[in-house]
């Protein structure tokens, strides 16, 4: 039988369906630039209607509007960049607040062999009486205290340690509550207590929020931070 030789092609000559294949294969670009552009004004030229060809003034407003808007888009992620690199710095600043002592808001009590962490609301008024309770970490009453009339300013809570009962409470994570009474009006302001810095975590939003992360595992905002110490 006899067998059909394949004739190969010239060079530079390719088959249809290769060429078909190759562009299928090319990236498609979807933005226009710069040359997409000037090529889009070129052949706008060389179509105009020559007995009524387009204004000068057209051209010249397409050109401003196309380099305003070039302008606007290198300006954007200019912006971009900066965001992301002032993010970083405040990144890189908020961790020299570890192993610091920070006012945490609603924050953890922490009771260990030797110490019992502190609170501190604000009185703008003073208070005619305050209510400290103890909660443990399963919500349960360990102790209240009272406290008497209080001059307007900051007021220091400070437990004891001890139960209801009159024995010592055992080491682990607490919560105050704090009820103040002033001319007859009962209310329950922010206690913060004081809380080690153990971590810092970027919350990866647009304005830069930056956590903090104290021990008892509760995480606080920076910006509601009001007290630092060692």
């Known amino acids: 039988m006899a067998t059909t030789a394949t004739s190969s092609l010239p060079s530079g000559i390719v088959k249809y369906e290769d060429y078909v294949a190759e562009q299928k294969s090319k990236p498609t670009n979807t933005n226009m630039g710069q040359t997409e552009f000037l090529t889009l004004f070129t052949t706008q030229l060389k179509n105009q209607n020559p007995l009524d060809p387009v204004k000068n003034e057209a051209f010249v407003a397409q050109l401003a509007q196309f380099s305003q808007l070039e302008a606007t888009t290198a300006m954007k992620t200019s912006m971009q960049n900066l965001v992301s690199s002032l993010a970083n710095d405040r990144l890189l600043g908020a961790t020299s607040l570890i192993g610091k002592t920070v ?5 953890p009590v922490t009771v260990t062999d030797t110490t019992v962490s502190q609170g501190v609301i604000n009185l703008p008024t003073g208070a005619d009486g305050i209510k400290l309770q103890v909660f443990d970490d399963k919500g349960l009453l360990v102790r209240t205290q009272t406290m008497g009339p209080q001059a307007a300013g900051d007021v220091t809570l400070e437990w004891d340690g001890m139960n209801d009962g009159g024995n010592a409470a055992p080491n682990g994570i607490y919560r105050y509550v704090a009820t103040v009474n002033r001319n007859g009006e009962v209310t329950k302001p922010t206690v913060n207590t ?4 153990v971590g810092v975590t970027s919350a990866g939003t647009s ?3 930056m956590l903090l992360e104290v021990k008892g595992g509760k995480t606080v905002n920076l910006a509601d931070v009001k007290r630092i110490s060692y």
């Open 194 to 197: 004081y809380a080690q810095v």
């Open 103 to 107: 006012g945490v808001p609603d924050g």
């Open 207 to 209: 304005d830069g929020t």
